[in-house]
């Protein structure tokens, strides 16, 4: 036959169909339970499958593996490959982001109360928050800690570490600074 070998069974179960040939290999099955199919060749393996429970859908090959998943709960997104591990949640509380590779790991979460950010990696940590009452960040590693707040009232930073801490308040009432250490 053109094209390679088909087969196709219905029956308890639902239908079943095959398709083999230039291309590679392609399988569908249809019954309890939604649907599947694979597709499996040039460029890796695909999987879909949909029903209860919303779809999901997988890709492994070139680049690594992708999979998503849509259904209760929102949508839900990973991609494992070359430059590390991505992956994307959005849905009930906003959008969640995650990456982890080179570089150390980076994560953000945007939704109720505003956008949260997180880095870890070589030069210590980082986050920041924005958000109801302003903005907020914290950097963590060499050379101590340092924060910040800039919102109502002002903007305030702090400063920890070698050499004692410092601090600034910067708003209504002009500026205040403080120095505690060595």
């Known amino acids: 036959k053109e094209g390679g070998r088909r087969r196709e069974k219905e029956g308890e179960g639902g239908r079943r169909r095959e398709k083999e040939g230039e291309g590679g290999r392609r399988r569908e099955k249809e019954g309890e339970g939604g649907r599947r199919r694979e597709k ?11 029903g209860e429970g919303g779809r999901r859908r997988e890709k492994e090959g070139e680049g690594g593996r992708r999979r998503e998943k849509e259904g209760e709960g929102g949508r839900r997104r990973e991609k494992e490959g070359e430059g590390g591990r991505r992956r ?6 906003g959008r969640r982001r995650e990456k982890e590779g080179e570089g150390g790991r980076r994560r953000e979460k945007e939704g109720e109360g505003g956008r949260r950010r997180e880095k870890e990696g070589e030069g210590g940590r980082r986050r920041e928050k924005e958000g109801e009452g302003g903005r907020r960040r914290e950097k963590e590693g060499e050379g101590g800690r340092r924060r910040e707040k800039e919102g109502e009232g002002g903007r305030r930073r702090e400063k920890e570490g070698e050499g ?10 002009g500026r205040r600074r403080e120095k505690e250490g060595e």
Do not use: D, Q, V
């Open 40 to 50: 499996e060749g040039e460029g890796g393996r695909r999987r879909e499958k949909e």
């Open 88 to 93: 994307e949640k959005e849905g009930e509380g």
């Open 164 to 173: 004692g801490r410092r601090r600034e308040k910067e708003g209504e009432g």
